[in-house]
């Protein structure tokens, strides 16, 4: 039972580096040391869980998480947070809990020590009387479900952080265009890995159809534009300049804008 919850956080980690997720912080996952203290201090982990901390729960992945903390280097203030959010709610849990995240000082996730993947719940920090007192509700069905919605959410949403260009870019038209480029090409690369998965572990398949779905949808704009950007790099053997590699013509413009409509 153990390895199908390390095959699809592996997996999923593969994925996120193919497509640069998080890149500068690194994806990292706990040392058995680090484990060991966790389940010291609270008991028995859920094997989902474990595998997520073993894999690429050590550090803040602000963009595969859309800005939620569930780092284990930073449980401490999780837990802290946690605590003042049980007592502006009057209500900690009774049964033996995880919390695994906050984001933004609004909210924070746990989810209870029994089960192998176990539903994930939800606190926000105040007491919402539109909800008739229930301040604790149920976020997903279980603790994969949650990775897999931030995986969609990934897909979705991170080309737009491309048009955040540091200040010492130069060119920024060239930088953006460099991360579509980037972007697409680990598309691709986990299109070829969907298409030849053969094995039965069924996460892996719910995380691969997460993908499939997104690919299918878009993938005539993919080989597209993936196609543009080969002939740009394979200039036909003249003395004159290919359109593709001249970097103001109008053909090379209308590919960037078509590229920025695609995934805005």
């Known amino acids: ?21 998080d890149s500068r912080s690194g994806i990292v996952g706990c040392s ?16 989902a869980y474990e595998a997520y901390l073993r894999s690429l729960g050590k550090k803040f992945l602000f ?44 909210y924070i996730s746990l989810i209870y020590a029994e089960g192998d993947n176990p539903k994930v719940w939800i606190m926000s920090e105040y007491w919402d009387d539109t909800e008739k007192g229930e301040n ?53 690369s986990i299109h070829t890995i969907v298409q030849k998965y053969q094995d039965e572990n069924p996460l892996i398949h719910e995380l691969n159809q997460c993908f499939s779905d997104y690919y299918q949808q878009n993938a005539a704009a993919i080989s597209e534009s993936l196609q543009k950007d080969k002939n740009a790099k394979s200039p ?16 090379n413009k209308n590919l960037f804008q078509r590229l920025r409509a695609f995934f805005n």
């Open 32 to 47: 058995e040391a680090e484990i060991n203290t966790l389940r010291s201090e609270k008991g028995p982990i859920p094997l």
């Open 136 to 188: 604790l509700a149920i976020r997903t069905g279980s603790f994969t479900e949650l990775m897999n919605i931030f995986f969609k959410q990934t897909l979705t949403n991170h080309p737009a952080s491309f048009y955040f260009v540091p200040q010492n870019i130069a060119d920024s038209e060239a930088y953006i265009r460099k991360k579509y480029q980037n972007w697409l090409t680990g598309l691709q």
């Open 236 to 251: 036909e053997k003249s003395d004159a300049v290919h359109e593709a590699h001249a970097p103001k013509t109008e053909s």
């Open 63 to 106: 963009e595969f998480m859309d800005a939620e903390n569930m780092a284990f280097e930073d449980l401490d203030y999780i837990n802290n947070f946690a605590n003042e959010v049980f007592e502006n709610n009057a209500r900690p849990p009774k049964e033996d809990f995880f919390v695994i995240s906050e984001r933004r000082n609004d």
């Open 1 to 21: 039972m153990t390895k199908i919850y390390h095959d699809y956080f592996e997996t999923l980690k593969k994925y996120l580096v193919l497509l640069a997720i």
